[in-house]
């Protein structure tokens, strides 16, 4: 029987998502639960893709095979007794046997939070961006509608990105501030490596001033790393949800 | 010259605010941070009163006398650069040489938080107690009205305290509901030790019906800490803020 999950992480404590050697990963601790559940005997689990060290999940999907003939409710509580406290299966569902994680997902949704407070948040430190500047929204949401739409996006990957089709869709890019707190929420059929956080970086520098929303285009068209911003850093990023077909 | 500062941590990796021989502690490590910007001239901190291992806090208040004649919008920045990132000084005022942290302390404020989904948020493990119950919060507000006033509270303190006055004043006891958040604030002219921790125990046995709110004013008249609840852990308290004349 194969089994999706939905699976959240603190990624403060985690080198990324896949596993390296020597190196604490989620995927290395979530196997090893289903070894000890398993009594001995390994399950390889499927992501929707890899999540870089410090990032964090809310809706991370992965999918195993398995011969145990536990009702799907219970496999989270059968999981958790076994995991770590910074891993959490949050759902469980049986589904068929061609169903892949990573193949069938139709979009992905990740969020960056920044906290543009004065004084850093003790309780924000791994969850948010410290960002202390003045942003404007206004012109980061207009700078984001030349992102949104079907483009090359090699400006905005990391340069070494072995992947052939730089090409990405992204359906949409919202931009909410709660008092000191700004959210970026981005949706879309797929993301490359490092992707949402030179994103944000060069959105960042619209939100100061030191690019115009209107200068995005260019950067696009250029296909060149040294045309965006910089990469903020992994713990304001949260792998938010993949959305599959039903 | 004497300053007062305000003072958020975290408490997850703290044994505590007071410093202890080999422990981590928030006093230690502000005092750490005053020997150096004092170049070696040890600088004693006064606090508003103590927080356990665990505890965290929004506005902890210190004071301290030093001839350094810095800005007083000047002395977060100076002192957060050398502080750990899990403690911020968010504020910091000179005030008269006769000012005492603790001794004109007129009010303090606490807020213990509760997460009560089934399955744990990784996000609040160290920041809220996970009490994954049915909770009625009708049955807790009316419980805690009779525990707000001027009472003995030797039954809710732990049980060899040796403060001799165990009377105290709680003026308000406030339990908000969000979602699957229990969030109870108490403020009071002081709180015995472990005794937020013990009133919030005695409030989720009523909550879930163990015991009635009406059987509160034996408990309080029995002075006797076994008649109370159980101690919540302390990750899910904050000393919220301390209240002086000004």
């Given at each position: 029987?194969?089994?999706?999950?939905?699976?959240?992480?603190?990624?403060?404590?985690?080198?990324?998502?896949?596993?390296?050697?020597?190196?604490?990963?989620?995927?290395?601790?979530?196997?090893?639960?289903?070894?000890?559940l398993?009594?001995?005997?390994?399950?390889?689990?499927?992501?929707?893709?890899?999540?870089?060290?410090?990032?964090?999940?809310?809706?991370?999907?992965?999918?195993?095979?398995?011969?145990?003939?536990?009702?799907?409710?219970k496999?989270?509580?059968?999981?958790?007794?076994?995991?770590?406290?910074?891993?959490?299966?949050?759902?469980?569902?049986?589904?068929?046997?061609?169903?892949?994680?990573?193949?069938?997902a139709?979009?992905k949704?990740?969020?960056?939070?920044?906290?543009?407070?004065?004084?850093?948040?003790?309780?924000?430190?791994?969850?948010?961006?410290?960002?202390?500047?003045?942003?404007?929204?206004?012109l980061?949401?207009?700078?984001?509608?030349?992102?949104?739409?079907?483009?090359?996006?090699?400006?905005?990957?990391?340069?070494?990105?072995?992947?052939e089709?730089?090409?990405?869709?992204?359906?949409?890019?919202?931009?909410?501030?709660?008092?000191?707190?700004?959210?970026?929420?981005?949706?879309?059929?797929?993301?490359?490596?490092?992707?949402?956080?030179?994103?944000?970086?060069?959105?960042?520098?619209?939100?100061?001033?030191?690019?115009?929303?209107?200068?995005?285009?260019a950067?696009?068209?250029g296909?060149?790393?040294?045309?965006?911003?910089?990469t903020?850093?992994?713990?304001?990023?949260?792998?938010?949800?993949?959305?599959?077909?039903?």
């Amino acid at each position: 029987m194969r089994v999706k999950c939905i699976v959240s992480y603190d990624g403060t404590q985690f080198s990324g998502y896949q596993v390296q050697p020597n190196k604490r990963t989620v995927q290395s601790e979530i196997e090893n639960s289903l070894l000890k559940l398993h009594k001995g005997q390994a399950v390889k689990i499927y992501a929707s893709g890899r999540t870089d060290a410090q990032v964090h999940a809310l809706g991370q999907v992965f999918h195993f095979d398995t011969h145990l003939t536990i009702p799907k409710e219970k496999w989270p509580y059968a999981l958790n007794s076994l995991l770590p406290d910074d891993i959490s299966i949050k759902e469980a569902v049986y589904v068929d046997d061609d169903f892949h994680s990573r193949f069938h997902a139709l979009k992905k949704e990740y969020r960056y939070q920044i906290n543009t407070a004065k004084i850093q948040d003790v309780f924000k430190r791994h969850y948010m961006y410290h960002f202390p500047y003045h942003l404007d929204v206004d012109l980061m949401r207009k700078a984001s509608q030349y992102l949104c739409g079907t483009h090359d996006f090699t400006s905005f990957c990391v340069a070494k990105t072995e992947v052939e089709d730089k090409v990405r869709t992204i359906f949409s890019i919202d931009i909410v501030k709660k008092d000191s707190d700004i959210i970026f929420s981005f949706i879309g059929n797929g993301f490359l490596y490092n992707m949402v956080r030179i994103l944000v970086g060069t959105l960042l520098e619209v939100g100061q001033g030191i690019r115009t929303p209107e200068s995005i285009p260019a950067v696009i068209k250029g296909r060149d790393r040294g045309l965006s911003g910089k990469t903020v850093p992994g713990h304001g990023l949260y792998l938010w949800k993949v959305y599959y077909d039903n």
